[in-house]
């Protein structure tokens, strides 16, 4: 049994994470501060009893400093940030509070702590900005650019990972996501387009697709992500690793897969192209195949088939 903190823990990512944590038997310390995430997410975890505590708690404030000290986790996973590119944009100073200085605090924290390692959630779909198209599916290798403030500030603690294990001798790996979907992802922000989609269809609402719909992006099923946190805890040491299926899925494509899931023959509305979409994108994952032995399982139909479900129960319940 590992004793283990996540931060960012009731949000989309961070409490399917936690789920898996308590049922491989872990103790897990949760830091969250609510801001984008909800103890709704977190009713599973409430109910595993002793080896679950949830700590209402920014990671900027003083009092996580003395948490960390207090509960002295073997291992942080690190999912904590401002996470919207449009908020980023606005709000470049608050982007970079949360997302650099937030995170260089998670790294103070840790060191005094003694913490063994931190699991950091980076971003590969901002990573490596607008990639040539004979470059996809990604690999590490490639130069970053990102092309956002947020891209910019996940990107920065990647640096101060590699400079704390060199100084520090404190262990990290970064995994880089790629569009992460799944239950429990927020249908009402400006991104997380399968929750959106699914939300409207079981409403049925219509969808809008921008541009030609002729985009792409890598869809990694959130459960086959938090295997990937799992297996980095005692894996990849040092390393950034992709986390994506390699796959491009068009938007276009992705519609057709949501509607035939929910059953709808709607067709989706049109809208102009946004400006400052990336057009294509995939991450390879071979090197978190050889560093983590990990490989995405879920199929985007049964993933989709999943999110259209719970989106159906949640729905259903409101009505
Ligand atoms: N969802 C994706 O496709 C994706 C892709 C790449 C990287 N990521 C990264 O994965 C992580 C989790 O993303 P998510 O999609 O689950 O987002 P989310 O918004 O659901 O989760 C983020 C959580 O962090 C919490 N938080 C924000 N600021 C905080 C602070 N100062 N102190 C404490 N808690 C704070 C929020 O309340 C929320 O619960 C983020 O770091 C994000 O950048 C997500």
Known sequence: MTRCLVT??????????????????????VVDDLSTGSLANLAEARSSGGRFRFHHLDIGAPDFHELVARRRPEVVFHLAAQASVPVSVARPLFDAEVNVLGTLRVLEAARSAKVQKVVYAA??????????????????????????????????????MVTYRRLHGLEFTALALANVYGPRQDPHGESGVVAIFAERLVRNEPCVIFGDGEDTRDYVYVDDVVDAFARAARRGGGLVLNIGTGLQTSTNRLYGVLAAAAGSRLAPQRGPARPGDVRCNALDPDRASIHLGWKPWTPLEDGVAAVIASVRGRVGASR
Do not use: C, N, W
């Open 123 to 160: 971003s590969g779909g901002t990573l490596y900005g607008e990639p040539d198209a004979e470059d996809l599916p990604i690999a590490e290798h490639q130069p970053h650019g990102p092309l956002s403030p947020y891209g910019v500030s996940k990107m920065a603690p990647i640096d101060y």
């Open 8 to 29: 960012g823990g009731a949000g989309f990512i961070g409490s399917t994470l936690t789920d898996r944590l308590l049922a491989e038997g872990h103790e897990v310390d």
